[in-house]
């Protein structure tokens, strides 16, 4: 005897149509996935980022106060002409800080890493990468804040210099130097370990077979294959140092791009020069990332 | 590779003084949140918990962990959501725009908070929005989505689809696959991936300055604002201490979660 149902077809339920549609038609499986991600990137995130590019575009009627939409490049100009020289003197004073910082985390961090990834024993390597990385997700504020403390005229570091006869910085611009590099050190860390660790042994071996001292094997195989790593953690020390307007707010009297943006907003009620000016982190950033993705570094995050 | 006797030696002596760097000022901030004195100065003469106490009565502390938390959990439902769909679509189909799409949901961690702040600002305003947790739970949603789908991706990459094939073979529909396989394989992630995401948005103070309305205040807002007020002084120390607290524990938590720790560090680039 046969039977035309040799297998059992499966009930047919709404969900289990549904289930098979899906199956069927990758696509309406991929639209489906997308929809409500893509529609917050573009419309939520994107949107609001070509519309605050826009209203750069807008300026502030000093006289009545109100924001004009005609579009002009009245805000570009005054940012570019410059009378005071004040722009550009932020600007500036912004990115050799980023610079510095980023030059600081990348001496600090090397030796660390490089004892994580090729000195130490397994058991020692997690614990260091858990201490690492714990201080890098959390409390950035409170961190500042610390710092605030140490560095005040009663605080830790003056009490710990004064039998040298030295005294702390105070609240000064070296006192952003130190904050930003203590804020963005870890993740310097952690990219350059993870650059280090990924070096084949076999490479350090072939360089000393063929009789590179330690010293060559580092300069010519070891710094050259972690510099996409190095970049990678440069991205993070660099942008977080240019936008940061609360560090210089509690341990400094010193103005960066993040502080005369924060005034432009709140003090000056000028959203549109602020948005301009917004424009140079912004344009700075994106010219970094070139580089970066030039040098490799996209692969190494 | 060894190396010589005396850089092993630079090389401990740097990982230690690297490490005291980064913990003594977490240290100092704790110590002074027991500070007996309503001045901060150096060595501390007294200890007490007084201010944890009065801390627990104050009801605008009280007010601002309550906002807080609830705009990490609603900032971490949503980027759960959009991040595990996004990391999905981008794991299991090629499709156009998909490196775009990949570049731009890492763009909030690249580009300055105060231009992510100040963009949604300006956007809330033309559209209209009142400022308020809603506003706050968007703007913590942009650099959150990120973390989650970093996670959900780098497992996602980990995972063989030969299971998955296998379950269709045997019969199970798609839903049922997810259901019974995907799902579980990709579980931990997910819950490693919320974990920091609760963390990052707990302490996040640029975003939410932009975000947030005259009526509502997180605990990195309420530290803000009353950093400067010297009768708040020990207040403000039990409050940096609370922060550092509640967000320190998911990301710990986390680390427990995923065999590697570093790929969760990682995870935030």
Partial sequence: ??????????????????????????????????????????????????????TSFWHLDHFSGNIVTTPTLDNYREIISDPTGIYRTITLRTVAMALLVTATDIALAFPIAFF?????????????????????????????????????????????????????????????????SYLWLPYMIIPIYAGLERIPNSLLEASSDLGGRAGITFRRVIVPLALPAIVAGAIFTFS?????????TLVSNTKFIGNVIYDLVGVAGNQPLAAAYAMVPVTIMLVFLLVARRLGAFDAL | MTLPRWVSIALKVTTVGVLAFIYIPIGIIIMYSFNASKVATWPIESYTIDWYVKAFNDPGIRSAVLASVEAGVGATALSLLLGSLLAFAVH?????????????????????????????????????IDFGLMTIIIGHATFCVVVIYNNAVARLRRTSRSFEEASADLGADTFTTFRRVTFPAIRTALVAGALLA????????????????????????????????????????????????????????????????????????
């Fill in chain 1, 1 to 54: 005897m046969t039977t035309s149902n040799a297998v059992a077809s499966p009930p047919t339920s709404p969900v289990r149509r549904l289930a098979t549609a899906f199956y069927r038609h990758p696509r309406l499986q991929l639209t489906t996935l997308l929809a409500a991600p893509l529609g917050w990137l573009v419309i939520a995130y994107l949107g609001s980022l070509v519309l605050f590019l826009i």
């Fill in chain 1, 116 to 180: 994580m990834a090729r000195v130490a024993s397994s058991r020692t390597r997690g614990l260091l990468a858990v201490s690492v990385m714990l201080p890098l997700w959390s409390g950035y504020l409170v961190k500042v804040y610390a710092w605030r403390l140490i560095l005040s005229e009663n605080g830790v570091l003056n009490w710990v210099l004064a039998p040298f006869g030295l005294q702390g910085p105070g609240y000064s611009i070296q006192a952003v130097w130190i904050v930003e």
């Fill in chain 1, 240 to 248: 977080l140092t240019l936008g940061d307007y609360i560090t210089p």
């Fill in chain 2, 92 to 128: 299991r189909f090629s499709f156009f725009g998909r490196q775009a799409i990949a570049f731009i949901v890492i763009l909030p961690l690249a580009l300055p908070g105060i231009v992510t702040g100040l963009a949604l600002n300006t956007a809330f305003r033309a559209i209209g």
């Fill in chain 2, 198 to 269: 609760f963390a990052l948005s707990f302490d996040e103070i640029i975003v939410t300055n932009f975000t947030s309305g005259a009526g509502i205040q997180t605990l990195p807002l309420w530290i803000f604002n009353n950093y400067q007020r010297p009768n708040q002084l020990p207040l403000v120390n039990v409050a940096a201490v609370l922060v550092l607290i509640i967000s320190i524990i998911p990301v710990y938590l986390a680390s427990r979660l995923t065999a590697d720790p570093t790929s969760i560090a990682s995870s935030r680039s």
